[in-house]
Each structure stands twice: as structure tokens, then as C-alpha cells.
């Protein structure tokens, strides 16, 4: 079984500022996927960033980017220029591919305040 | 432009009455997923289909049913809603094998409450 471990339930930034998230996780699989997660109040879990394990380059998306080290497992989120927007849970989510759906665990979320 | 749809976004409930929640999706995705949320907690999954296959999660209780009649639709009944049934229940989709689609799509969520 996979686990997902976020250590930090909330954390703050200013404005314009730059936060990163930590997030490990634990797997005997070599081929798998990483995910960032956005749920702001609305609930609406929305897709932040995308890392195949395969792959060694970092996952950028604009203003957001990783740090993806598979052997220490780990995979933070680094995110630039923080806007007030930016304000959610952001969850940290680990996904296999078996039998053609997705198998996704989730980290515990950390809860991200932007501060004007 | 919605893609998962969820209706409704609030539902309330009697304790033991039994409560449906739906999903619909315009992707044309061909798997289906159902997650509850409790508040302050990470979405746990409880079942999913593969096009008609039901998948169920070993620590689903019985009590969480689910039904897909044809690819855009899927529904979660709960037969006898207890009081800590009351969450958040994610809708989401994925279709493997299409690169830009290897993630899980999710809908906006519906709210359940059990009075």
C-alpha cells in the first residue's frame, strides 16, 4: 500500500512571496504518478501540477513548480509570486495505473493562507 | 463548459432515509470514481466503474451503493444515512491512455447532511 504523508496542516505567506509545500510518500512501485491538488472554499478540487515518475525534469505550470526527487521520494510544490487566489488546501496525491482506472491516495492536506 | 457535473451542491437528509446523489460528465471518460470527504480530511475513495465494472473499495461499508446506467451518468445511494455519513462526496473521471487525460477530473462536489 501507498501512503502520502504532507507534515505541514497549514502554513502562510505574503503576497507575492514564494511557499513551498513538502509532501513524501512511500511506494515499492517504480512507474507511478504525483499530483498537486487545489480545493479552495468552493470545494472544487482542481488540478494544479502533473509529475510522471519516469520522467526527470521538474513539472512547471507557470507560477508553480516541483521538486521531484523519486529517491527520496519526496515531491514538494513551490509556488511564486503567491496571490490571494491562491488560498486552499492543496493536496498531495500519489496515482498507479491498474486495470485502466486511476488509483489515487491522498496526503492530508495543508492548508495554504495568503496574507495581503 | 462543465465537464463533471454534480447535483445538487447541498443535500440534506433524515437520519436512515434513503439519499442519491448524482454525476454527470460531457468528456466521454469511460471511468468513474466516488470519493467522501470529511471535513479537515483528505478525499478517501470508495468505488469506482471502469465503463460497466464496479470496482468497490474493501472498507466501503454496504450501506454505499452505486449505480452507472450508461457512461455519462453515475449515482451514489446511500441506503440508511448515518450521522457520520454527513461529507462531501467528489465526483471524478479519468480516461487512461490519452496522455493529456491521465488525471482525475473532478465535479464540484455535493454536500451531505443528516439531520
Known amino acids: 500500500a501507498q501512503t502520502v504523508t504532507q507534515s505541514q496542516p497549514e502554513m502562510s505567506v505574503q503576497e507575492a512571496e514564494t511557499v513551498t509545500l513538502s509532501c513524501t510518500y512511500d511506494t515499492s512501485e517504480s512507474n507511478y504518478y504525483l499530483f498537486w491538488y487545489k480545493q479552495p472554499p468552493s470545494r472544487q478540487m482542481i488540478l494544479v501540477i502533473r509529475?510522471?515518475?519516469?520522467?526527470?525534469q521538474n513539472a512547471t505550470e507557470n507560477r508553480f513548480s516541483v521538486n521531484f526527487q523519486k529517491a527520496a521520494k519526496s515531491f514538494s510544490l513551490k509556488i511564486s509570486d503567491s496571490q490571494l487566489g491562491d488560498t486552499a488546501m492543496y493536496f498531495c496525491a500519489f496515482g498507479l495505473i491498474g486495470a485502466g482506472s486511476y488509483q489515487l491516495t491522498f496526503g492530508k492536506g495543508t492548508k495554504l493562507s495568503v496574507i495581503p | 463548459d462543465a465537464m463533471v457535473i454534480q447535483n445538487p451542491r447541498y443535500q440534506v437528509t433524515q437520519f436512515g432515509k434513503p439519499v442519491t446523489l448524482s454525476c454527470s460528465q460531457t468528456?466521454?471518460?469511460?471511468?468513474m470514481y466516488w470519493y467522501q470527504q470529511k471535513s479537515s480530511q483528505a478525499p478517501k475513495l470508495l468505488f469506482h466503474y471502469y465503463d460497466k465494472d464496479f470496482n468497490n473499495e474493501a472498507d466501503t461499508p454496504d450501506n454505499f451503493q452505486s449505480r452507472r446506467p450508461n457512461t455519462s451518468f453515475c449515482f451514489l445511494d446511500i441506503r440508511s444515512p448515518g450521522l457520520g455519513d454527513a461529507a462531501m462526496y467528489l465526483c471524478?473521471?479519468?480516461?487512461?491512455?490519452?496522455?493529456?487525460?491521465?488525471?482525475?477530473?473532478f465535479g464540484s462536489g455535493t454536500q451531505l447532511s443528516v439531520l
Open positions: 471524478a473521471t479519468s480516461s487512461i491512455g490519452q496522455p493529456t487525460n491521465e488525471k482525475l477530473f
Open positions: 509529475q510522471e515518475a519516469y520522467k526527470q
Open positions: 468528456l466521454n471518460h469511460n471511468v
